[in-house]
């Protein structure tokens, strides 16, 4: 506990919130995405272990920075629920809070503004546009504590266009997981799990690690298990990787 007090008293922001949080088909798999950036951002686990090195340095562990990442991205969740965003705009503003912080440590850059800001340009990208003005109205409503204004929004909007690459495009696993409900014919009890299993991936880091039928695939697999349903002589059947859905499964329900 001595590290992670050292490292509360070198980054102030990290004592407002809690450091510890509990927690024979052939398919199409969107060629578009292969051709895209999207797939080139994938990484690997070595990538992952290597990122936040500067906070590690200051004591945070690989479980610290995780739950981390889960409190904030419960919170893009939280803030989209209350301005009535879509849950893919939710999940966009997920995918670019986690993408950042393959680059930056929690350090440096204070999440409470980061968070805050994905969700700003999540809404640019996905069409639904919202005033910087009223997000930060939202957000010191959600935090009151929240000590940032609407010029510090859009200066970390352009510090985060810069670290994507400018790249905001995000194919989402939610089109596969609708072709393969549809084909697998599995229950309404079932399918509402697959879904659930889908949103709560975003708090992960599966969807960086793997394409996303994989990672619609992996979601209804823990689904099936959860309600008893048999899936493998469906899965056979499919032309996917089915060792990459087997450790994407098993990471999920580790993770949950």
Not at 203 to 210: A, E
Not at 216 to 238: F, H, T
Request: some cysteine; aromatic content about 12%; hydrophobic content about 45%.
């Amino acid at each position: 506990m001595h590290l992670v007090f050292r490292f509360r008293l070198l980054c102030p922001w990290v004592s407002s919130f809690p450091l510890f949080v509990h927690k024979s088909h052939s398919f199409d798999m969107a060629a578009s995405y292969w051709d895209s950036h999207c797939s080139r951002n994938l990484v690997s686990k070595d990538q992952l272990d290597f990122s936040h090195a500067e906070d590690r340095l200051l004591g945070l562990t690989r479980e610290h920075i995780q739950q981390l990442n889960v409190y904030f991205c419960a919170s893009i969740a939280e803030l989209a629920k209350q301005l009535k965003l879509r849950q893919r705009v939710a999940a966009s503003a997920m995918i670019y809070f986690r993408r950042a912080y393959l680059c930056n440590n929690f350090c440096r850059m204070d999440p409470r503004l980061v968070y805050v800001a994905c969700l700003y340009l999540a809404c640019k990208a996905e069409e639904s546009l919202l005033a910087a003005k009223h997000l930060a109205v939202h957000a010191k409503t959600l935090r009151p504590k929240w000590s940032y204004d609407v010029k510090d929004l859009l200066d970390m909007e352009m510090v985060l266009l810069e670290d994507l690459d400018f790249n905001l495009i995000v194919f989402s696993p939610y089109r596969d997981m609708a072709t393969f409900l549809a084909d697998a014919g599995v229950d309404t009890v079932c399918g509402q799990r697959a879904w659930g299993a889908l949103n709560d991936s975003y708090r992960s880091d599966v969807n960086l690690l793997y394409p996303p039928h994989i990672v619609a695939l992996g979601c209804l697999c823990l689904a099936a298990s959860a309600s008893g349903v048999e899936l493998s002589q469906w899965l056979q059947r499919l032309d996917v990787d089915l060792n990459q859905v087997s450790l994407l499964h098993r990471m999920l329900w580790e993770y949950g």
